[in-house]
């Protein structure tokens, strides 16, 4: 961790140990339920912007058929899980080397989302996981931003605040080649706005 980092976590540590005490593991474990029951049985998966490995070890409790493996730009902070670091544009594995391949609110860091969901779909034999953020105006632009910041800031890690609406996403997958196979309903991760401005697509080549 570089001194820039420190001194934020310092400033900021009231609101950084609510977040990675109270709010993180609430939060990234009803995450990973969702993403452990679509990832199926016994694949190997890869988690694009693993960061620390937490969400992909939670991931594999619920479902411990699965072999993940991290994949990120920076190594900020020790890892959970195996992690490959990368210059965030061509992913160092071959065609088709993961039998799912998913990314949770990791797309919105990257100002080129169509570039890592082309490199996704190309590293993973079938299936393409996407849980990220969804802008509907600029209200709710606004509080996005916010909560990017809040968990982010204090741990070194880049925000671009590139929240692309809902039919934005859509022309993404479309364009790229992706189509959706499945976007469960009834999602709770906390303050009963999960659904609308934080959907999960479950994606097919």
């Known amino acids: 961790m570089n001194l820039k980092t420190l001194v934020i976590r310092l400033v900021m540590f009231p609101s950084v140990l609510l977040y990675e005490r109270v709010f993180n593991p609430f939060y990234k474990g009803r995450v990973a339920r969702y993403i452990a029951s679509l990832c199926g049985n016994g694949?190997?998966?890869?988690?694009?912007?693993?960061?620390?490995?937490?969400?992909?070890?939670?991931?594999?409790?619920?479902?411990?058929?699965?072999?993940?493996?991290?994949?990120?730009?920076?190594?900020?902070?020790?890892?959970?899980i195996s992690r490959v670091i990368y210059d965030g544009m061509n992913m160092p594995f071959p065609d088709n080397s993961f039998d799912v391949v998913f990314a949770v609110d990791a797309l919105h860091h990257t100002k080129d989302i169509p570039l890592v969901l082309r490199e996704m779909k190309r590293v993973s034999k079938r299936y393409v996981i996407i849980k990220d953020q969804t802008a509907r105006g600029l209200f709710s632009k606004l509080?996005?931003?916010?909560?990017?910041?809040?968990?982010?800031?204090?741990?070194?890690?880049?925000?671009?605040?590139?929240?692309?609406?809902?039919?934005?996403?859509?022309?993404?997958?479309?364009?790229?080649?992706?189509?959706?196979?499945?976007?469960?309903?009834?999602?709770?991760?906390?303050?009963?706005?999960?659904?609308?401005?934080?959907?999960?697509?479950?994606?097919?080549?």
């Open 43 to 80: 694949p190997r998966v890869l988690d694009v912007g693993c960061d620390d490995g937490f969400l992909a070890a939670m991931v594999v409790k619920f479902n411990p058929s699965l072999k993940i493996t991290g994949l990120d730009v920076q190594a900020n902070r020790p890892s959970k």
């Open 143 to 205: 509080m996005l931003c916010i909560l990017d910041i809040l968990p982010n800031l204090p741990n070194g890690v880049k925000c671009v605040f590139n929240y692309p609406s809902p039919k934005q996403w859509k022309a993404y997958f479309n364009d790229v080649g992706l189509k959706v196979a499945q976007q469960p309903g009834g999602l709770n991760f906390g303050f009963g706005v999960s659904e609308k401005y934080s959907p999960i697509f479950k994606l097919e080549k």
